[in-house]
């Protein structure tokens, strides 16, 4: 069996927060977000990493980040472009938006073919508890009857900002601990009262999510039949969805994997922390999370010179 390989989704430009997020440093020594992941990542087995971004930003990427991951691990490149794509498939007239995170691991299907993989954001601080599980859960899993998949759940008070809204994939997870089912709610906040809540979307109505509710913060690990299955799904999801919303309409990973399990043929064992997550969604974020990781670097649990 392959070893383990994380992919890192940051084809992202940060459109809300404004410039390049992921190389904004946070870090007592001007270590980035990527920087902690990494080094969370290695710690925990990984020794392959493959950043998923748009071309113009690899010689960022490999200032920023690249040169020092390759002390640890392996490090490729894939680029998430429109025109990569299923065959036959074609992106919007006038398109100019990603087309979702299910879509970047889609594009690393080559490099990362017959590997689990675990797959993150860029501008998610998870922390070491979350990789740690993550990579003994993969170096394990094995499919059966059903393919075998995991994701890391967070309590949803503990990953929002006081900024703005965030996106999170809203979870029921079953007795067994089993994803059972699982909503993508793209504006989610606190009010001043201290309810968790959801703003409307299209012809979904505002709800209330109670606390204690896991939420995907796209922590996800495979086997490795999600990549290849990721091809039919991109071709239903051009087919069914993306007519209705062409310019801006997005295959998102959570949406994927609920398909594989509401039709029977798959399971997502939910890893549960109790951890807070930190992350820069907007500017104004930026003093907290920096807070965070001096606090931490201060425990010991990250060297000041990571």
Known sequence: MKKPVLLIMAAGMGSRYGGLKQIDPVGP??????DYSVYDAHRAGFERVVFIIRPELQEAFEQAIGRKARRLMQVDYVYQTLDRLPAGLCAPEGREKPLGTAHAVWCARELAEGCPVAVINADDFYGADAFRQMYRYLAAAQDDSKYRYCMVGYQVE?????????????????????????????????????????AADGEVPAGEIPAGTPVSLNLWG???????????????????????????????????????IRAGRATAQVLTTTARWFGVTYREDKPAVCAAIAEMTARGEYPADL
């Not at 997870?173 to 089993?178: F, H, Q, S, T, Y």
């Not at 039949?225 to 309409?249: I, W, Y």
């Open 29 to 34: 020594a001007g270590q980035i977000i990527l």
């Open 158 to 198: 503990n990953t929002l900002t006081e900024n703005g809204t965030v996106s999170r994939g809203v979870c029921t997870v079953d007795e067994a601990g089993l994803l059972d089912h699982i909503i993508e709610r793209t504006a989610i906040s606190r009010t001043a009262d201290g309810r968790i809540v959801y």
């Open 222 to 260: 495979f086997t490795p039949s999600f990549l290849p299955s990721l091809e039919d799904g991109l071709r239903r999801f051009f087919a069914e969805q993306l007519p209705h919303n062409p310019l801006k309409g997005e295959y998102y990973l959570p949406f994927a994997v609920d398909e594989l």
